[in-house]
């Protein structure tokens, strides 16, 4: 059996219509997202609560423009572990969630790496800070491989619900 935490929800319809519209735009009253989905706003809100509940809704956020912000450089970074420890990647883990410009950390197979990572920064001067006085400086870093982004093609948060019954 899946962990509490893994365990799949069962989701109708309407929820699945829920889904969509807040992912769309996270910001909606109740009164807009139960008209958007054809609820009154109580068996709305029940269910938004239940979704929430369940944990299929984890938290809501507001996307910000990054280069409106003066974060024009977006890195993804490729990291290989020296030792392939549950210990090792713990404290690597650990150590970049404390880092604001990393976006994104994967645990990743199928490359020459053991971590992916999405960091955000002003320009590349601040990007060489970035890596060289804290990536590779946690311990258990052995290589590193640096791609930068020219365009972002395609940028969503959104989860394809259409795979749901």
């Known amino acids: 059996m899946l962990p509490a935490s893994r365990e799949l929800v069962k989701i109708d319809r309407t929820d699945r219509r829920i889904l969509e519209e807040l992912q769309q735009d996270g910001s909606l009253t109740n009164q807009e997202l139960a008209e958007k989905v054809g609820l009154s706003p109580s068996p709305c809100l029940r269910r938004v609560r239940a979704l929430e509940e369940s944990g299929v809704i984890v938290r809501r956020a507001t996307v910000l423009d990054h280069k ?29 969630a404390g880092y604001p410009e990393v976006q994104e950390c994967y645990l990743i197979t199928g490359q020459d790496a053991d971590y992916m990572l999405k960091v955000v920064v002003p320009d590349m001067d601040h990007y060489h800070h970035f890596l060289l006085n804290h990536i590779t400086r946690i311990q258990g870093v052995s290589g590193v491989h640096s791609s930068f982004v020219l365009r972002r093609v395609i940028d969503s948060t959104a989860l394809p619900l259409g795979y749901l019954s």
């Open 68 to 96: 409106k912000l003066g974060l024009s450089l977006t890195a993804i970074i490729l990291i290989g572990m020296d030792r392939h420890t549950p210990e090792r990647f713990a404290a690597f883990e650990e150590k970049v």
